[in-house]
């Protein structure tokens, strides 16, 4: 194998992973702002985000029914307002219905749709419409495809309430709760914005992840073209020459010839081992790669973490199994332990690695899920005993021991 197949080998390596890794969406500043065209998937994700926030909404709503019903006007008033939020609070709760799949020029219809109901409250409510105009600043993350845009949304809508206290009076808006409405619309528009910007944040950070792990798989496939153009190149040049000479001598020089032939056999042999090693060991994991892994995980989590810089020591038969161990482990630590902190110690024969979070304690008996299970086949196979329990950090406690050699 010559040099440039080796390079070509790892452009190949290097384009696979780009055409093969899904694509992720843009990020988006809204959890439940899908994009356009987006998979059944994802709407139902941002389904599930919407309505668990727009049911919380409506529940607080119920204050404006209450004040409706309370502020002196005859019962036919009161029927004909209830009637009236009852419809704006349906076409709130439903509008995404009709936006999930539409473009934005199809959302800002809908949502100028909710908000002239909203505004059309005055003439049956009165002023105390102004508190559903919330539910308007909710549906701005439908439409805002940036912070600052929803931004101006919410401030247009503080606008008109201050516009809407003004004409009641000074006096009035204050008796009546009136002029808190732009309070509360800043808070919940400020609330949004907070969110918005930590699920575009998550977003990023995703990505980040992702392509970390296709660089990492890059770099994997170029050190293992790499490991075979080292061990097999040689020796393949060497037994086509030497079987091109054996077959010129197979006439002239018998004896020269079987002589070539059994030097073809033991470069064979030598490197169809070379190749098993090298498999063997592209299959195993390999712990100091494992402990960069982790720490960057761990930052990336904002952890604060204690981790051996390498892991030399460990015993050569054990590093493969603490390796996996240390994997298991620190993605359990990011994914479930909501965890500020961890330790992971390491001697020759074992591996601990231990948090301060609320993960599920398990059992050195229980199987735990399928990632300590995996773990548990992986040290019985080499007569290792994994242990799980409660950390001297008050959170959970994983450890892999091996008998000392």
Known sequence: MSDATNTAEARGADDAPRASRPSRP???SFPWAVAPGASDDDIRIGRRRWYAGAVF???WQALEVIAVWNDGRSLRAHLLASVALAVVYAAYLFAPELMWRRSIRGRVAVVVGVAVLAGLLLLVVGPLAVWTWLLVAALAGFVAERLWEAGVVVLGIVGAQFLVAASTGWDTAVNS???FAPVITVSVGASMLFFGRQREAEQRL????????RLAVVEERARFSRDLHDVLGHSLTVVAMKSELAARLVDADPARAKAEMQDVERLSREALQGLRQAV???RQADLDAELVSARAALDAAEIDAVLPSDGTAAAADARSLFAWVLRE?????VRHAAASRVRVTLTRTALTVEDDGTGTVGTTGGTGGNG???LRERADAVGATLTTGTSDLGGFLLRVERSGR
């Open 26 to 28: 843009a990020p988006r």
């Open 57 to 59: 909404a409506l529940l």
């Open 177 to 179: 709760g009136i002029l």
């Open 206 to 213: 995703g990505v980040a992840q992702d392509e970390i792990t």
């Open 280 to 282: 063997s060991g592209y």
């Open 329 to 333: 482990g620190v993605t359990n630590v």
């Open 372 to 374: 300590l299970r995996g």
